[in-house]
């Protein structure tokens, strides 16, 4: 099992043809995901050859979709073109779309995701690195080689790069599914989303949620953990050190006085009864404790 994304997923990329599309098409086809076209109305009718396969070009993600049924794609496009493609694949009717984009306006991503909404579509991001279920299917920038197999952890994080340090830390247990949301202000799959997927997948013991400083998710995440999900779920907060006012990292990550701070956060899902970590090396070691302590 696995959420969101499946070895059944038929993917289409956006933007397949420009230097990231190209490249994390091939790390993607090499991880095994079932690439069926790219989307490119520049390029239409033709095709790329790749090492595994020769993946064609399609005009719109409509067209796409219809002659490969596709039910996810992957957003490479610029940022002032982010929102016009979002919104060309919601109207197409995809299931999943993954924008892996960073600097789209925050106003741009406020439109599209509310549009995408009505419509059915899932997002995952802006400004994040995808998702990936090992050994079934990897759509964005998660380095496939980290974690290749499938395991019994279920991992959410803003953050992508401390997504690829703990699934490299736990990469002896595996993973179900780990998604990268996105550090932006807006974005579509929140840690609850996941929280409650990661609850309902048979093969998920146990949930590892990575937040960072800024906003209250983390907080709204506490107060769902204890209403709703009965699987044990390890944290770990990125910013303890940082100054108040500064942007770090993600356009999401800032604190303004007492709002937002790691403090707090780690205060709400302890409160809860999840042990967070003070670092990643010892979040991992409490992963593996409480992975344990079910056995």
Do not use: W
Not at 74 to 80: K, N
């Amino acid at each position: 099992m696995a959420i969101f994304l499946t070895k059944e997923s038929k993917v289409l990329v956006q933007g397949m043809t420009g230097g990231e599309g190209m490249k994390h098409t091939r790390r993607m086809l090499a991880a095994g995901t079932d690439i069926v076209g790219g989307v490119n109305p520049r390029k239409a009718g033709r095709s790329v050859e790749f090492d595994e396969r020769t993946v064609p070009v399609f005009g719109s993600v409509a067209e796409g979709m219809e002659a490969t049924g596709a039910d996810v794609t992957v957003v490479f496009v610029p940022p002032p073109f982010a929102k016009a493609a979002v919104i060309e694949a919601a109207d197409a009717g995809i299931a999943l779309a993954v924008v892996i984009t960073e600097g789209i306006p925050v106003h741009d991503a406020v439109a599209f995701q509310a549009y995408a909404k009505e419509r059915g579509t899932r997002i995952v991001g802006p400004n994040c690195p995808g998702l990936i279920s090992p050994g079934q299917s990897n759509a964005g920038i998660i380095p496939a080689d980290i974690a290749a197999k499938p395991g019994r952890i279920g991992l959410v994080s803003k953050s992508g790069t401390l997504t690829y340090q703990l699934m490299y830390e736990l990469r002896e247990i595996g993973f179900s599914s780990a998604v990268g949301i996105g550090g932006d202000p807006v974005v579509g799959t929140t840690h609850i989303d996941c929280l409650a997927a990661f609850e309902a997948d048979p093969d998920t013991e146990l949930i590892v949620l990575i937040g960072e400083i800024g906003g209250d998710a983390e907080e709204r995440a506490a107060a769902y953990i204890a209403d709703h999900v009965t699987k044990p779920v390890i944290g770990y907060i990125a910013g303890f050190t940082a100054p108040e006012g500064k942007t770090m990292g993600h356009a999401g990550a800032i604190v303004s006085g007492s709002s937002g701070t790691a403090e707090a956060k780690k205060t709400a899902l302890e409160a809860v009864g999840v042990r967070v970590g003070s670092t990643p090396s010892e979040t991992a070691r409490l992963v593996l404790d409480r992975l344990a302590s079910l056995v």
